[in-house]
């Protein structure tokens, strides 16, 4: 009974510790990064339908919000298949759409059509780590909703993750400490001015029962925007708040993905 209660108090300690830790590091580059940094939070819900052996759909549904000056409001939907060709070895395809709406009348809202297909890969270290690698192309069609003049372009992303899991107060419960960087680069077309962009994230999830769970990530993202005015760039980093809630159906346990996600 003690060693439990010692246990229970081990696991606190570790993912507060964790998060303290790597919320410093975040806030460190930021400080010694850009002057400029926007402040952001994102709300989503992604649920999730297991097949009873190797399929998988799943969708996006969020919200984000700019705290800035220059405030902006995205609306977010994103449905999405993938299909387990191994133990950790998937390939996927999906359609992200969003809608931006800009606060400042001066700038027209935007409304993108996303069409994306992507390889993941996650490799079981032990049964407390995972590491993960996600590559996918997008296809980008970014409309302004005045003219609906279009940006197309194509975008290369790739994100490296490290998993941790460790046990929570209850049985059969988890906590994951995630932690993960991924850079984005345009291929191909126009994406207005952006560049390049890279995000580093930590997170923190946690199982509520065997088929809900919820997660929270905070994230440093920059970005190279090339000026009008000629051949130079600059750099403007994001820190955003982003809380996800994955409510899921079917064949939770006996499917592939169980192991992998």
Do not use: C
């Amino acid at each position: 009974m003690v060693s439990d209660k010692r246990s229970v108090i081990s696991t606190q300690q570790f993912s507060l510790r964790f998060l303290t830790l790597l919320t410093t590091i975040l806030l460190s580059l930021q400080l010694h990064g850009t002057e400029e940094t926007g402040k952001q939070i994102w709300l989503d819900v992604n649920p999730r339908w297991y097949s009873k052996d190797d399929l998988k759909v799943t969708g996006v549904f969020g919200v984000r919000q700019s705290l800035n000056n220059i405030e902006w409001t995205k609306y977010v939907v994103k449905p999405s298949v993938a299909y387990s060709l191994s133990h950790g070895f998937d390939i996927g395809a999906g359609l992200g759409m969003n809608y931006t709406k800009n606060i400042d009348v001066s700038i027209p809202d935007r409304f993108a059509v996303i069409p994306f297909q992507g390889l993941n890969y996650v490799y079981l270290l032990n049964k407390k780590w995972k590491l993960n690698a996600y590559l996918r192309l997008e296809e980008k069609f970014d409309y302004d909703t005045t003219d609906w003049d279009s940006l197309n372009s194509l975008r290369i992303r790739l994100r490296l993750r490290a998993i941790y899991e460790f046990s929570a107060y209850q049985k059969e419960r988890y906590y994951r400490a995630t932690m993960s960087w991924e850079g984005f680069k345009t291929a191909a077309g126009d994406d207005g001015f952006i560049t390049d962009k890279s995000r580093l994230t930590i997170g923190l999830e946690r199982s509520f029962t065997y088929n809900q769970k919820g997660r929270i990530e905070l994230t440093w993202q920059r970005q190279s925007l090339g000026l009008a005015s000629g051949d130079s760039f600059k750099d403007y980093s994001d820190i955003y708040l982003r809380v996800r809630y994955y409510p899921s159906w079917g064949d939770v346990i006996k499917n592939r993905f169980w192991h992998s996600d």
